[in-house]
C-alpha cells in the first residue's frame, strides 16, 4: 500500500522560509509511471496547485509561487521537498503532497497525503 | 488562466437521489483532461474521476464524468450516506493547473 505523509513546522513568523518534506513508502520516487507535487488549501476555501517534478524531468510550478518556490527529489530517501521563501499570512494552508499518473500526460493526483497545517503568524 | 466554476455551490439531496455537478471552464480544456475529487471532513481529497469519464481505481460506477470543451459534469446516480461531501473539478490542460471553488452536496 502506497502512503505519502508530510512534515514540517507547523507554526512560521513572516519572512521565514517554509520546506516540507514528503516521505513515500510503498513505492520509488524513481519510478516513470508517477510524478510527485504538492497542493495547498487556504482555510475554508478550495485548492491550489503548487508544483510538481518527475524524477525523469524537470519541475513546473504554479506562475504566481515561482519566485519564491523550489521542488526537489531525494532519492536516497525516497522522499520529496518544498521550499517556499518569504512566507506571509497568504501562505497558511493546509499542504498535501500528492502523487500523479505520469501517462501520456501528467495527468490527475491518484494519491493524496493526510496533508500538513502550516500557519504563519507573528 | 482558466477558471473553473462549479455549480450549485450547495446541493442538497436525500440518499438514493441523484445529484449532478456542473464544471464550467472559462476557455476550452485542452483534451479533456479534467479531474473531479470528493473531499470528506477533515480528510484529504481523493480521486474519483480522470480524463473527464475514467473512474480512478476502487470508484464505485455509481459516479461518472462526462463534458468537454467548456462544460463538464459529474454524476452520483444514486447517493450513498458516505457521498455526502465537497467535490472538486480540476483541469490540467493548461501549463497553470486550476481548481474549481467546489460543490457541496449535503444530506436534505
Known amino acids: 500500500q502506497v502512503q505519502l505523509q508530510e512534515s514540517g513546522p507547523g507554526l512560521l513568523k513572516p519572512s521565514q522560509t517554509l520546506s516540507l518534506t514528503c516521505t513515500v513508502s510503498g513505492a520509488s520516487i524513481t519510478s516513470l509511471q508517477y510524478y510527485w507535487g504538492w497542493v495547498r488549501q487556504h482555510p475554508g476555501t478550495g485548492l491550489e496547485w503548487i508544483g510538481h517534478?518527475?524524477?525523469?524531468?524537470?519541475?513546473t510550478s504554479n506562475p504566481s509561487l515561482q519566485n519564491r518556490l523550489s521542488m526537489s527529489l531525494d532519492t536516497s530517501n525516497n522522499q520529496f521537498s518544498l521550499s517556499l521563501t518569504a512566507v506571509t499570512a497568504t501562505d497558511t494552508a493546509v499542504y498535501y503532497c500528492v502523487r500523479g499518473m505520469a501517462r501520456q500526460v501528467f495527468d490527475a493526483f491518484d494519491l493524496w497525503g493526510q496533508g500538513t497545517t502550516v500557519t504563519v503568524s507573528s | 488562466e482558466i477558471v473553473l466554476t462549479q455549480s450549485p455551490g450547495t446541493l442538497s439531496l436525500s440518499p438514493g437521489e441523484r445529484a449532478t455537478l456542473s464544471c464550467r471552464a472559462s476557455q476550452s480544456v485542452l483534451r479533456s483532461y479534467l479531474a473531479w475529487y470528493q473531499q470528506r471532513p477533515g480528510q484529504a481529497p481523493r480521486l474519483l474521476i480522470f480524463?473527464?469519464?475514467v473512474r480512478a481505481t476502487g470508484i464505485p460506477d455509481r459516479f461518472s464524468g462526462s463534458g468537454s470543451g467548456t462544460d463538464f459534469t459529474l454524476t452520483i446516480s444514486r447517493l450513498e450516506t458516505e457521498d455526502f461531501a465537497v467535490y472538486y473539478c480540476q483541469q490540467y490542460g493548461s501549463p497553470l493547473w486550476t481548481f474549481g471553488q467546489g460543490t457541496k452536496v449535503e444530506i436534505k
Open positions: 517534478a518527475y524524477y525523469a524531468g524537470s519541475s
Open positions: 480524463s473527464t469519464s
